[in-house]
């Protein structure tokens, strides 16, 4: 028995590809995840994801059960998968991480992106809700950011937060966590992979990370990006969403990431809180 597999879900991948071998662990230490590269005798590799607990299993089937079409080849092919098992297994995506490359740093890897997540973001109708369920779980966040954050600093995001005026938005599939780490590059192509954080969202959620990361240390790949999807912040809307979007992810980062004991993560969260409140436009 394979370590974080349950009998139940080693029976179900057995009964879907037979024998096989574990070729790579990529499972992460904080996450409760157990993440396998197998192949079986055929030589056919697939990539296995098994939690007990986590809603990220759950969410990445919905994703595919919602379509992805004409994306063949740039996203992994769904081949089996049980939600209430946790079990998920999708057929192997050839391809290095962009991230730590050359190509995390070359503008046509965003361009790429960019028409990749434009792909993506199918229309999902129009949510009255969103908005308010957003800020609600912002200032829940802040509450859990207590003694995290300087005082002075949860009240000043708690103010920005209930100052955003509400209206009904546009929610597209977003992919959750839109950022090198889940990109890859091969032959010249980027691909995208892992949607355990996909939902029904609003387009901007997927941009934030990387207006917090790669934008930030490299300024000239914004442009290419916003080239390759064709639409950038503008609107009083888009600018209403940035905030709450900008806000809830930042402290959700802290939060989050000093609850599992990642201080490196936590540290990142801090620096997008810091650079909200420097930064007033992105809090207007």
């Known amino acids: 028995m394979t370590d974080g597999i349950s009998e139940r879900q080693h029976g179900l991948l057995v009964s879907w590809l037979g024998s096989f071998t574990v070729v790579t662990d990529h499972s992460w230490p904080l996450q409760d995840t157990t993440v396998l590269r197998v192949e079986t005798p055929d030589g056919c590799q697939y990539i296995v994801k098994a939690s007990q607990t986590s809603h990220h299993i759950r969410r990445e089937i919905a994703a595919y059960s919602r379509g992805m ?33 050359i190509a995390e740093v070359t ?53 920005v937060v209930a100052a955003v005026e509400l ?8 992919h959750g966590d839109y950022q090198p780490w889940n990109w890859l590059h091969d032959c010249g192509r980027v691909k995208v992979i892992d949607f355990g954080r996909a939902d029904l969202r609003p387009w901007v959620h997927d941009l934030v990370r990387l207006s917090h990361q790669q934008f930030l240390t490299h300024p000239e790949l914004a442009p290419a990006f916003h080239e390759g999807y064709g639409r950038v912040v503008a609107t009083d809307l ?16 802290v939060v989050w990431a000093h609850r599992v004991g990642d ?15 420097v930064r007033n436009h992105a809090l207007d």
Do not use: C
Not at 167 to 174: F, I
């Open 69 to 101: 079409p004409a994306l063949e080849g740039l996203v992994p092919t769904l081949a089996h998968a049980v939600p209430e098992a946790g079990l998920l297994v999708t057929r192997y995506l050839p391809g290095a991480l962009v991230a730590g490359s």
């Open 107 to 159: 503008p046509d890897t965003y361009r790429q992106a960019g028409e990749l997540l434009a792909r993506l973001h199918r229309p999902a109708g129009t949510s009255a809700s969103y908005m308010r369920s957003l800020r609600a779980r912002t200032k829940s966040v802040l509450e859990k950011a207590g003694g995290l954050l300087p005082e002075d600093t949860v009240r000043r995001l708690s103010e």
């Open 167 to 174: 209206s009904p938005v546009e929610l597209v599939t977003t």
């Open 238 to 253: 888009d600018r209403r969403l940035w905030t709450l979007e900008n806000v809830d992810q930042a402290v959700g980062t």
């Open 263 to 277: 201080g490196s993560f936590e540290q990142q969260g801090i620096a997008m809180v810091e650079r909200l409140l």
